[in-house]
């Protein structure tokens, strides 16, 4: 069939299984079912129903793109993808400006930690910004440490990362300039009302935070004293409506907290420092 064709199938099967932007995702399942890119798809002419119903069928499950694909953009950077992490969101992206905004000196930053590091997307985009810094990415997952350890490997960073399996900062020892996280902080009676690509396919151990959503919060909060350096700052993911309660966590450890808005004005990144 023609590309037009394909595409209007393909879409209209999407849009019959609940997805959002079905035309969209056509395209790039089709451009991933032909090994090819958005140029090439407009070339072909005659496209075979059985090279896409494996894939489709992926998705009308409501397994998530990015799976499928293997792969998602986070800060201009390509990482792979798979299920032992969760997926790359522009949300986090906050993260990183409130870090280029906070250290204008980029060169100044040497050391880099990120807890709970899964694709290693937070670890290596910040690398990609402070040219002079070594990387230490925490996850308690291995297998998402090894796919960040790749990631790294892929994106040029290999010499400059270095990825380890624990929990949270429990292994760690020395002081960080630049501390990252977007932990779990989804309470756990929530989890069952997450939409089927989060609550079916990406790993609850990287959403559950307990049974307020803050379990992962205190943890993190409580390796501050010894991990940050002088003049240095953690900056932590907020979920929604969390503001005021991380705020109070980390005002009772000894620190000042400030939000920064994500491009929707919620607030997403708690850039946080000593008194």
């Known amino acids: 069939m023609k590309t037009?064709?394909?595409?209007?199938?393909?879409?209209?099967?999407?849009?019959?299984?609940?997805?959002d932007e079905p035309r969209r995702e056509a395209r790039m399942l089709l451009s991933a079912a032909l090994q090819t890119d958005a140029a090439g798809l407009l070339a072909c002419d005659d496209i075979d129903e059985a090279c896409f119903t494996p894939l489709l069928a992926r998705r009308e499950a409501r397994e998530p793109l990015a799976y499928i694909l293997g792969k998602?953009?986070?800060?201009?950077?390509?990482?792979?993808?798979?299920?032992?992490t969760l997926i790359p969101r522009p949300d986090t992206e906050t993260l990183?400006?409130?870090?280029?905004?906070?250290?204008?000196?980029?060169?100044?930053?040497?050391?880099?930690?990120?807890?709970?590091t899964g694709t290693g997307c937070l670890l290596l985009a910040a690398l990609h910004e402070f040219p002079e810094a070594f990387g230490t990415g925490v996850d308690l997952s291995a297998a998402a440490a090894v796919l960040a350890q790749s990631n790294a490997a892929q994106l040029g960073f290999a010499q400059r990362a270095a990825f380890l399996v624990g929990n949270w900062a429990d292994a760690l020892s020395g002081q960080f300039d630049l501390i990252l996280s977007n932990p779990p902080y989804i309470p756990a009676a929530d989890l069952t009302g997450l939409m089927p690509e989060v609550k079916i396919y990406e790993p609850a151990s990287a959403l559950d935070g307990g049974a307020d959503g803050l379990a992962a919060y205190r943890a993190v909060i409580a390796a501050l004293a010894a991990l940050l350096a002088p003049n240095g700052a953690a900056i932590l993911e907020l979920g929604i409506g969390q503001q005021n309660e991380v705020t109070k966590l980390v005002e009772n450890a000894g620190f000042t907290a400030t939000a920064r808005a994500d491009l929707a004005g919620h607030p997403r990144a708690l850039v946080i420092r000593a008194k």
Do not use: C, N, Q, Y
């Open 4 to 19: 037009t064709e394909a595409v209007t199938l393909v879409a209209t099967r999407l849009a019959a299984a609940g997805i």
């Open 72 to 84: 998602r953009e986070f800060w201009g950077l390509t990482f792979a993808t798979s299920p032992a």
């Open 96 to 116: 990183i400006e409130a870090a280029i905004a906070i250290f204008p000196d980029r060169r100044k930053i040497r050391r880099i930690l990120d807890l709970g």
